[in-house]
C-alpha cells in the first residue's frame, strides 16, 4: 500500500509535468511552465526513489536510492526559486538564481563523493519499522553529517523567502496564491522537521517531504488553472469589445454625415481647401459671409491669408505639418484685399485653420472666418479705460474710474461710494461725476434705491423708467433719471463693500457686454480698496504698538518732529513727557508676562480715555509711555495740573484676573524745543528726567535740566565701574552688631560697602538702586550671600566667638525670582552650617507684588531654619493688612520713627509696631538708636533689641572679630565707635 502511494503522487506529478509542458507550447509564459514543469518531474523522481529507499533489501541499495533522493531534491530547487520568483512578480533574481545553482552543484558533487550520502557521517544501524497495515519498511539511523545539516538550514531559508513573497502577494491584493503558498510552507516546513528527526533516530516513520511537495504542485497546478482560465475569459472580453468597437464606428459614420449636414447649416463661416489652398466647398454661412460662392470660383484662400499675414507666411503654408493655427484679428482696411474681401474692407476679421487626418495623413484644410470689429473696439475702448486708472491710485484712481465709464456708458451721472461703518443702509461717496466733471461728495440712502435689488444679484440694470420704478429716491427724482445701472465693489471674501452707479436721462442700451465691462472695472476697484486698506494695515503695523495699540516709538518720532517744527515757526513750546511704571520688571518676574501684558492694555487704554485730548500718547517700549502736550505748555503749573492727573489716572489698583496690583509710576518731562535740538534729543533730555526722579525714590517727576546731562555721563561711569566691582575685589562686607537690652549679643547686620578706585566710597543709597535698574543686583546679592555664609564658616572654624545670627539683607528683585528659595537653602547646605544661624531681610516692596507666592518661599525657608526678618517695617501703607499673613520671625523699626522718639514725648507709630510685634509672638528690633534717651524710650514701650551708633558702627571684619572678643568679655558696656 505504501508503495503505491508513492507511485500514485509520482503519477500526479508527471501529469502534472506534462500539462505544463504542453501549456508551455501556447502561451507567453513558457519559462514559468517550463520551470514548473521540471519541478514536478523531480517531484516523481523523489518520490520514486524514496519509495525505493524505504524497500531496499540491504543497506547498501538503500544508501544509492537516498542519494538518487537528494539529487532529485537539488536538481528542482533552482527551478523551484524561479518558478516562484515568477509566479510572485519579483524583479530581480538572476544573481539568486546563479548562487543557488552554484550552491545546488557543488552540493551534488558532495552527495555523490561521500560514501553515506551528504545526509550521514556515520551508520549506526537500519531498523526495520511496521506498518499499520502489516507491511514494514526499512530506515537508516546515523548520525547527520555537517553537509546534511548546511543543506537543511539552506531549505529552511529557502521556505522563509516563500513565506516573505506571499506575503508581498497578499499585500498586492492576491490572497489565493498567498494562502496556497501557506498551506505549503507549513506542510513543507512539517516534513523537513519530520525528516530531521528520522534521521536522527528520534522518530519511527517514512519521509513525507515529498508529499509536501506534491501539495505544492497540486496547489499550483489548480492555480495555473485558474490563470489560464482568467486568461481565455479576458481574450472572450477583448472580442467582445472588439465587436463594440466596430458596431460604434458604423453609429460614428452615420452622425459624421449628419454632423456634415450640421456645418452646412452652421452660422459660422467654413471653407474647406484642398492641401494646395484652393476652396474646395464652403457652407451656407460662407457664401453669405463673403457675398460669394469662393468654391466655384476657386480662390486660392492660404494665399489671401499669407497676404494678410506676412509675417506667418511659412506657418501658413506648412499648415499641414501642424494641427491648427489661431491667427490674431486683423484690419483688413490697412491690407491690401482681392476683389472678393472688398464689402469688408471696414471690418476686423479673425480666422481659425486646422487639418482634417485620415490614417495619420493630412487630407484637408478648414478655415473658420469670425467677424470680431464690435469686440475689438469694445476691447480698445477697455484698454483706453484701463490706462486711464492703471498707475493712479487713492481718490484720483476713483475720480479717472468713474469718469472714463460714465463716457463709456454714456451716462451723465455717475458716482463710486463705500458702505458706511456707522450706518449700513448709508452710503459715503469717494468720486462723484456729473457732466464729465468731478464734483462733491455726498451720503446717498439705499433704503428706497435701486440698490436694494444686489442682493439678489451683483449687477442692476433699469434702461428706463427709473423714477417711475422708484419714486422715492432723492437722487433721482432730483436730477430726472430716466435709466439707471449699478454694481458691487466686493472684497477678496466676496462681501459687498461698495458701489459703483452709472445713471442718465435718457435710456441707455442695455448691453451684455458693457455690463460685463462693469463688473470687470467693479472687480478693478475692489483691488484698489483692499490695496488702500492693505497699505493702511502695513503702516498701523509700522506706526501702531501691537500690546496697547497706541503710536509706536516711530510714530512717535515723526509725530515729534512735526510738532518741533510747528513750534519753532509759532515760537512756543511743549512738553514731552515720559512716564515709566514703578517695579514693573518684578511684576514680570513673578506673575508673568501675561499678567504684565494685560497690565500694559490697561494702562493704555486708561491713558487714551483720559488724556488723548491734552497729549499725543504713544508706547516706547517695555513698560514705557511718551505723552506730547497738544497745546503749548510754558509754566510750571501746567505741568504740575498735568502730573498730578497723569499720577491719579495711574495709581488706582488694577485687578488683573485673581490679582489686585497697585501701580505707580515716574516721570520725566523736557519742555521743547530749546535751540536746535532734534526729536531724538528730546526723548533723550525727558529719559534722563525720568533716570532722576526714579532715583528720587519712584513715584515722582522731574523736569530736565542742563546738568542732567552731567549726572547722566557720571551714572554710565559708575555703572561700568559697578560691573567690575566684584572681579576686582572693591565691594568690602562691614558687619553692625544687634545687642539686647542687657548688652549680650544678639546678632549681627551685613552691609555692604564699595571703595572705587574712580569714585572713592559710594554710599549704598546711591549704587544699590543702580544696581536694581541695570540688574546686577543678582549678581551683586549672590556674592554678599555667599560671602556671608563664607565668613560664619570661617568664625566656627577659628572659634570666633559669634553668637546668634547674621542678617542678610535681600532685594525685591532678588526675591522675585523662582528658584529664589531653593538658590538660597542650597547655598547653606553647601557650607554645612547651621539654618538657624542666618536670618534674612526683606522689605515690603518685595513682598508685595505677589503675596501668595511670598508666604510659600518664606514659608519654605522658615522651614528649613532661617530666619526671617521684615525690614523698615511701617513704611509701606499696607503694612498692617498683609503683616498676619506673612510667616515672619522679627520685626524693624525703621530709623525714621526711632528719631521721633528725640523729638516727641509720644510716638504713637512705633508704640504700635512694638505692640503688634508683642501680639503676634514676633521679635522687634529698633534700627538707628544713637542716643541712651532713645535706648531708655524704646525699653519702656517694650522693645528689648537695639541696633545703630550708640552701641557700635558698622566695621570690617576684623574689626567685628575684635569687638566680639572684647564684648563677650565685658558684656554690658555699649561700645561706642
Sequence with gaps: MLEALYYVSAGICIFAASYSGFVALLTQKSKLFLHFAWVCLCVAGYQVFSVQYLIAADTHTAIEQLRWQVFSILALTPSFFIFIAIYTQQKHYSFAFKVITLFCLLMMLINYEQPLTIRFEQVIERVNIGLPWQQSISLIEGDLSPWGKLMHTFYQVLLFWVAYRSWVLFKKNEPRIAIFFSLYILAQLSSAILGIMIDAGLVKMFYTVGFAFVILVMLMSFSLALDFKTTSRRIVAQTVKLTAERRQRLIAQKSLNMMAQVVDQSPSALLILDLNGFVVECNQACDIFWHRQLAVERVNFLDFLSQLYPKKRREITDISHKENIQLPPVNLSECSTPYFANHRKQSILTFKIFITREYNQAKQIIVSCSDVTAQEQQ???????????????????????????????????????????????????????????????????????????????????????????????????????????????????????????????????????????????????????????????????AFEDYLTHLPNRALLLEHLNGQISKLRLNQEQAMLIVMDLDHFKTINDVLGHDVGDDILRHIGKRLSEHCSDGFFIARQGGDEFALISRHSCLYDSQIKVALDKLQKIINQPLQIGEHKIDIGASFGICQFPKTDESA??????????????????????????????????????????????????????????????????????????????????????????????????????????????????????????????????????????????????????????????????????????????????????????????????????????????????????????IDELGKSDHSPITESIISIGRSMHLSVIAEGVETLEQSNRLAALGCHIYQGYYYAKPMSEDDFVAWLFTHNHSPNIALLS
Excluded at 518685595?846 to 528649613?864: A, E, N, V
Design 680 to 897: 531724538l534729543d528730546v526723548i533723550r533730555h525727558a529719559e534722563l528726567a525720568l533716570y532722576k526722579a526714579k532715583s528720587n525714590g519712584r513715584g515722582r517727576y522731574t523736569v530736565y535740566e542742563h546738568s542732567l546731562e552731567k549726572v547722566a555721563q557720571e551714572r554710565m561711569k559708575m555703572q561700568q565701574a559697578l560691573k567690575n566691582a566684584i572681579a576686582n575685589e572693591e565691594l568690602l562686607l562691614f558687619f553692625q552688631p544687634q545687642v539686647r537690652q542687657d548688652g549680650s549679643q544678639f546678632g549681627a547686620e551685613v552691609l555692604l560697602r564699595w571703595f572705587s578706585p574712580i569714585f572713592g566710597f559710594v554710599s549704598p543709597t546711591k549704587f544699590i538702586p543702580l544696581a536694581e535698574e541695570t540688574g546686577l543686583i543678582h549678581s551683586i546679592g549672590e556674592w554678599v550671600f555667599n560671602q556671608s555664609l563664607h565668613c560664619i564658616e570661617q568664625w566656627q572654624k577659628n572659634s570666633i566667638p559669634f553668637k546668634g545670627h547674621l542678617s542678610v539683607n535681600v532685594s525685591a528683585w532678588q526675591f522675585a525670582l523662582p528658584a529664589f528659595a531653593d538658590d538660597i537653602i542650597r547655598a547653606v547646605n553647601n557650607k554645612g552650617i547651621k539654618p538657624s544661624s542666618v536670618m534674612l531681610e526683606v522689605t515690603e516692596t518685595g513682598l508685595l507684588i505677589d503675596i501668595p507666592d511670598t508666604i510659600q518661599k518664606l514659608s519654605q525657608i522658615r522651614k528649613f531654619g532661617i530666619e526671617i526678618a521684615l525690614d523698615d517695617f511701617g513704611t509701606g501703607y499696607s503694612s498692617m493688612a498683609y503683616l498676619r499673613d506673612l510667616p515672619l520671625d522679627l520685626l524693624k523699626i525703621d530709623k525714621t520713627f
Design 379 to 541: 476691447q480698445k475702448a477697455i484698454r483706453h479705460i484701463a490706462r486711464g486708472v492703471a498707475s493712479a491710485q487713492g481718490d484720483d484712481f476713483y475720480h479717472d474710474l468713474i469718469a472714463n465709464l460714465a463716457k463709456l456708458f454714456n451716462a451723465k451721472y455717475g458716482f463710486i461710494g463705500f458702505i458706511s461703518e456707522q450706518n449700513k443702509n448709508i452710503i459715503r461717496t469717494c468720486s462723484v461725476v456729473e457732466d464729465d466733471k468731478i464734483v462733491s461728495n455726498f451720503n446717498y440712502e439705499l433704503a428706497e434705491s435701486p440698490c436694494t435689488h444686489l442682493s439678489q444679484c451683483d449687477v442692476c440694470n433699469f434702461p428706463a423708467h427709473a423714477q417711475t420704478l422708484f419714486p422715492n429716491d432723492i437722487l433721482i427724482k432730483e436730477k430726472g433719471i430716466e435709466s439707471y445701472i449699478c454694481t458691487k465693489i466686493k472684497d477678496e471674501n466676496g462681501k459687498a463693500k461698495g458701489l459703483i452707479v452709472l445713471m442718465h436721462n435718457e435710456k441707455m442700451p442695455d448691453d451684455v457686454q458693457l455690463r460685463d465691462i462693469l463688473d470687470i472695472f467693479s472687480s478693478r476697484a475692489g483691488a484698489e480698496m483692499q490695496r488702500s486698506q492693505a497699505q493702511a494695515d502695513i503702516r498701523k503695523m
